[in-house]
């Protein structure tokens, strides 16, 4: 069982990156409440943006409100952040993390850049 990121890497500001996140060998992924986080040099992971297992409501960081979205193909076992507008102070590592009930899984992370 395992979460695996991609999409990650060097973008210039205002640019645009699409994360995703496949959930290797679960069963039950539509279960899962998923998340994204990211954390920066010299700063605490946090929350990013938040989907739930059921329904795919959807709750985000206000630095990044109106900028990225979060999404997820249950059929898939994927799950995607769609980052546009992108400034410098997005520059981090980006983490996918998957929860149901007492169990939690994080992904390996995926570096994104934003520099011109």
């Known amino acids: 069982v395992q979460l695996v990121e991609s999409g990650g890497g060097l973008v210039q500001p205002g640019g645009s990156l699409r994360l995703s996140c496949v959930a290797s060998?679960?069963?039950?992924?539509?279960?899962?409440?998923m998340s994204w986080y990211r954390q920066a040099p010299g700063k605490e992971r946090e929350l990013v943006a938040f989907?739930?297992?059921?329904?795919?409501?959807?709750n985000y960081a206000d630095s990044v409100k109106g900028r990225f979205t979060i999404s997820r193909d249950n059929a898939k076992n994927t799950v995607y952040l769609q980052m546009n507008s992108l400034k410098p102070e997005d520059t981090a590592v980006y983490y996918c993390?998957?929860?149901?009930?007492?169990?939690?899984?994080w992904g390996q992370g995926t570096q994104v850049t934003v520099s011109s």
């Open positions: 989907i739930t297992s059921v329904g795919g409501s959807t």
């Open positions: 993390y998957a929860k149901m009930r007492s169990k939690v899984y």
């Open positions: 060998r679960f069963t039950f992924f539509s279960s899962y409440d």
